[in-house]
């Protein structure tokens, strides 16, 4: 979905803010009433966002009958169909824009696994490994920032893990960050600060954590939804009146198919000119050799090729301005000249059920995972857009 519409991931907090009685635009979403609006969001005093990792929209949807409460929501009309988020659809991408309200091409986190461009070596965007300082990799303020400035409180409860964290610090630095030891601590710290004017950020991540390590359609994935379903029911029964609560999530997931694992490390073809492989399985960045641009431009249209001809339609191949002027990473006439040089030579986005891995670099469990994201078909790219007021 393009990025100037109001139904993505991106437009959640500048709607959000402006609810609160704040206009706070971006160069992406330039007119936040107006996505205020289109999002069905009312004014309010007290806004509740939870982000809950992993669960898109279409892995909801079929397994609404283990989560009672959302399944409530998502029989309201306003939450019936969803919402789009990056593309990568993956973690550190969708919450680089979501934080603030922008893209990829904008705060240059723009994939799991990056150029530090600055070293010249791949870093990786959960733990920040052989990264910038967060600060200076993403350099816009978030929205939480910009609304504290304001004076409006901002309240964020959280696993203590995350207090601090590299990935807090670039995409969602600006909170009052309540450490809550347990699940049942950090609820109730969210809703002791949903009672007092203000936004409240939750973030959830138990569902994508299953997920992971034992794929969606495990006992293990509808017992993390069952659970988080029970913490939004219990927030909700606790919230007075005008509150409004918010549910999204950062991506879908699909399930692997070890069948369609390919080793990049195992196939001539795919490895011949090709200087760094970032990305994750789902979304590949490769870099080219070359000397010069002349060269590498070269470099990457033979690459594209050789992919092309050797996964088929596996997988769905792009040179670095074809993936920019299709508005991956954001309006095109946005993407900075620091993303451009961060963003791979060559975009490989795997389809159907198939991975991409590099067990050069990759561990070997890290390749084999049940159930993953990244690319773009609906399972990953569609996430709920859940509204409640109480």
């Not at 010249?120 to 920032?145: A, G, K, S, Y």
């Not at 659970?227 to 005008?242: E, F, V, Y």
């Not at 990305?279 to 960045?285: D, H, L, S, T, W």
């Not at 993407?335 to 059920?353: F, H, K, N, P, W």
Request: glycine letters at 8%; a neutral charge; proline letters at 7%.
């Amino acid at each position: 979905m393009p990025y100037d519409q109001a139904r993505h991931l991106s437009a959640i907090l500048p709607a959000c803010a402006s609810a609160l009685g704040y206009d706070l635009p971006t160069p992406v979403h330039p007119l936040p009433r107006a996505d205020q609006e289109a999002l069905g969001i009312p004014d309010a005093r007290s806004i509740l966002v939870v982000l809950v990792d992993g669960l898109g929209f279409h892995n909801l949807d079929e397994r609404k009958g283990h989560a009672p409460f959302l399944r409530s929501l998502l029989k309201q009309k306003v939450n019936s169909r969803p919402i789009s988020t990056c593309l990568p659809s993956t973690t550190p991408v969708a919450m680089a824009a979501f934080g603030t309200g922008t893209a990829p091409g904008l705060t240059c986190m723009t994939a799991y696994k990056q150029l530090n461009a600055e070293v010249d070596l791949v870093c990786q965007l959960i733990q920040f490994i052989n990264t910038p300082q967060p600060e200076d990799l993403q350099r816009i303020p978030t929205i939480f920032e910009r609304l504290v400035s304001a004076g409006v409180r901002v309240s964020a409860p959280g696993m203590a893990k995350f207090q601090g964290s590299g990935l807090t610090r670039a995409a969602l630095r600006g909170p009052d960050y309540i450490v809550g030891r347990t699940m049942a601590d950090r609820v109730k710290a969210a809703i002791l600060c949903s009672r007092q004017p203000g936004l409240t950020y939750f973030y959830i991540p138990d569902v994508d954590k299953a997920g992971h390590e034992y794929g969606v359609d495990s006992d293990q994935w509808v017992a993390a939804l069952e659970k988080t379903d029970k913490a939004l029911s219990l927030i909700r029964q606790n919230l007075p009146a005008g509150t409004v609560m918010v549910v999204t999530a950062d991506h879908g997931m699909i399930n692997s198919d070890p069948h369609s694992r390919i080793d990049i490390a195992q196939e001539p073809v795919l490895r011949k000119g090709i200087r760094l492989v970032a990305g994750e399985p789902r979304n590949r960045m490769l870099y080219v050799y070359g000397e010069t641009r002349q060269e590498k431009d070269a470099q990457a249209e033979e690459v594209a090729a050789r992919y092309r001809a050797f996964l088929g339609n596996l997988v769905q191949v792009f040179l670095k301005e074809e993936a920019i002027g299709r508005g991956f990473y954001g309006p095109p006439d946005l993407v900075t000249d620091r993303a451009r040089e961060i963003l791979g030579d060559v975009i490989v986005l795997a389809q159907g059920s198939t991975t991409l891995v590099d067990t050069r670099y990759e561990t070997d469990q890290a390749t084999r995972l049940p159930s993953v994201h990244g690319s773009n078909s609906q399972r990953e790219e569609g996430i709920p857009f859940l509204l409640e007021r109480i």
